[in-house]
């Protein structure tokens, strides 16, 4: 075969190999890399002009490229526990390698790089939040009267609930936020379930996964929080339902409490302007949203 033949070959097989770049997505992390003398870049700006127009060219050439969170600090753990030297390239490049398989990444679309951006740094907030989440929901042991794992429990009755709601909601596609106040900080988790061209619900699997964490973890600390439903179907306004955490389960809020809840500043506590075109209710019955006492069951 020609050399010409196995340099089509090569471009052939390029054009099949996903790659993943590791993006610093602000200027302090930047300013951490710049203490490594093999990192060159001297501005963020810059770097991500570079950055932007690396993926074009690779967009251009038909590659499949994702972009992942890049963490000096997590970088320089890693190189510690791997042995490496952090200021070597292939260092950060066996990260970067890292982070495709365990980070938070997302794939590039084409869409400028400011507007990628926001969607990377969301991603990794969610996967903080289930990490966090998980792990509190691990740690709380078992029941000390039946043994039963009470985080599992917990896990067990969060997806029920979760499948209720979604099961009396009107058709339409569903908006979920669950929020749950731990001792240190407010974790927020949404959840989309959206009706196909038949009707049946699609989901994110990913994404339910960390809501039913964060509602589980919720449920099972009886920690303060609440969640909240947006429907939204062709030729009807939208419905906005809520619900409280209380005991092992939720209970539904008053559309009046729901009009609070959704129209009030959670930070500054200022009344906010109710949308057009909203109406605030009731949640429907659920059959066994009820408070319960004792861990789940």
Known sequence: MTNTGHSTMRRVLRREIAGTIGLLTDEHDFRAMR???????????????????????????????????????????FCVASGLDPDAPSSRTRFTAELATTGPTVPYDGRPLAELLPYLVDEAVRQATWEYAATLLARIGACASCGEDIGHAAFARASDLVARILD???????????????????????????DDSAGAKE???????????????????????????????????????????????????????????????????????????VDYCTPPGLGGEQPTTGHPH
């Not at 060219?57 to 992942?68: F, I, M, N, Y």
């Not at 009396?168 to 959206?194: F, K």
């Not at 389960?249 to 009344?271: I, M, Q």
């Open 35 to 77: 203490r490594y003398r093999t990192f060159t870049f001297q501005n963020h700006t810059a770097y991500l002009n570079e950055v932007e127009a690396l993926l074009k060219s690779l967009a251009a050439q038909g590659s499949h490229t994702t972009v992942a969170l890049f963490d000096p600090e997590e970088y320089a753990e």
């Open 203 to 277: 989901l994110d699997e990913a994404e339910a996964l960390e809501f039913t964490t964060v509602l589980a973890l919720g449920l099972a600390t009886r920690s303060p929080g609440g969640l909240v439903m947006r429907t939204t179907a062709p030729g009807t306004t939208d419905r906005v339902y809520g619900w409280r955490l209380r005991g092992n389960g939720v209970e539904p809020l008053t559309a009046g409490e729901v009009f609070d809840a959704y129209c009030t500043d959670a930070e500054s506590g200022d009344l906010i302007s109710p949308e057009s075109d």
């Open 168 to 194: 009396t909601a009107p058709p339409g596609n569903r908006h979920l936020v669950c929020s749950v106040t731990t001792p240190a900080e407010t974790l927020l988790a949404v959840l989309h379930a959206d």
